[in-house]
């Protein structure tokens, strides 16, 4: 049997507390619960916990306090929750090194998806475990060939251009998690390159063009408003 996966909960509210807590140890994960920055800070150094899962208003700290504490030391991940509507603190604490978010009111499905896919990134370093044994990655129609630079749709070549191929590649490496705009442009043009999000927004209405059977509702490639994209993850 698999030891269970200890995810610590950082969370003031009572029934919200409860509420993950009960699902994750419902499905194979063992919670353990802290209500205040102090307590969270003590509570991941004496339990070391494989997963925090993070509000970010609690009483005595902001949650993103923490994350930077943590982040000096660890690279333990981190899920963020936040009531807030406002995008700018999801890109703030993804910048600080958060692995994902969710914002409140989120059900199971949501919780669960992202606990996986920020505990399976912990474990490759290449970040997916299918293109580190094949060289590619598959998720229902879509193939992304990294040894090819091709992406198949059903089989038959999709025709990227350079920067296209680049983007999905990377979306592909990181599937299921969050990608910012300044991330992706970063990587794609490096550290120097303009924040300006126009050259990518163009690429990614022609990749999803190619890809997607109604680009206006894409089931690969989604945008997390204001923040970034995901790609798709498989099974
Ligand atoms: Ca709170």
């Known amino acids: 049997m698999n030891i269970r996966e200890k995810i610590l909960v950082v969370e003031d509210e009572k ?28 509570m991941i150094s004496s339990h070391c916990p494989d997963l925090i899962i ?12 923490i994350l930077q504490n943590l982040r000096s030391w660890s690279s333990l991940p981190v899920v963020v929750v936040s009531a807030r509507s406002h995008e700018q ?57 990294y040894n090819k630079h091709q992406v ?20 592909g490496k990181y599937a299921g998690k969050v990608l910012t705009y300044d991330f992706i442009i970063k990587e794609l043009w490096g550290p120097r390159a303009s924040g300006d999000n126009q050259i990518l927004r163009v690429n990614m209405a022609n990749i999803r063009r190619k890809i ?4 206006a509702e894409p089931e690969y490639l989604f945008t997390e408003v204001g923040v970034g994209y995901r790609m798709l993850e498989g099974d």
């Open 15 to 42: 029934s919200i507390s409860h509420f993950i807590s009960t699902i994750l140890n419902n499905n194979g994960y063992e919670a353990m619960q802290a209500r205040s920055g102090t307590e969270a800070l003590s």
């Open 54 to 65: 993070l509000d970010l208003g609690l009483p005595d700290m902001d949650g993103t306090e």
């Open 89 to 145: 603190d999801k890109v703030d604490a993804l910048d600080l090194g958060a692995d994902d978010y969710l914002t409140k009111p989120f059900g199971t499905d949501e919780l669960l998806a992202r606990v996986r896919t920020a505990i399976r990134h912990t474990r490759t370093a290449s970040g997916n475990d299918e293109i580190a044994r094949n060289g590619t990655y598959t998720v229902r129609d879509l193939t992304i060939d």
């Open 152 to 171: 198949l749709m059903r089989g038959e070549n999709v025709h990227l251009t350079l920067s296209e191929f680049r983007i999905v590649a990377l979306l």
């Open 212 to 215: 997607e059977k109604n680009p």
